[in-house]
């Protein structure tokens, strides 16, 4: 079964930076759920060379029809240059988890 949904992951430099972002999204219903996952070991390319950081990763259950919006309300509330914001498909679910996300997202 496919479905609407996306998974939208987002890394942050803090937990304070994380909640803020996870409390707005849910405030205007763009998220109906975040997981505020603490530290996360973080290996990137960055400007030619290779860098480490200690970072919080947010993992976020949306409507794939609300990405584009999400996507720009994460970038005016992130610190970084360049954020993480990456959609996932969520290919499958309960059905009962899923109907509850559709309920708490704005229409």
Known sequence: MDTDFIIVLVTTKDKAEAEKISQTLLDEKLIACANIISPVASCFLW????????????????????????????????????????????VDGSG??????????KQ
């Not at 914001?85 to 969520?90: I, Q």
């Not at 009962?96 to 997202?105: G, H, P, T």
């Open 47 to 90: 400007e030619g060379k290779i860098d480490r950081a200690e970072e919080c990763l947010i993992v976020m259950k949306t409507r794939k029809d609300l990405f584009a919006e999400l996507a720009v309300r994460v970038k005016a509330l992130h610190s970084y240059e360049v954020p993480e914001v990456l959609a996932l498909p969520v």
């Open 96 to 105: 009962e988890y899923l109907a509850w996300i559709r309920r708490s997202l």
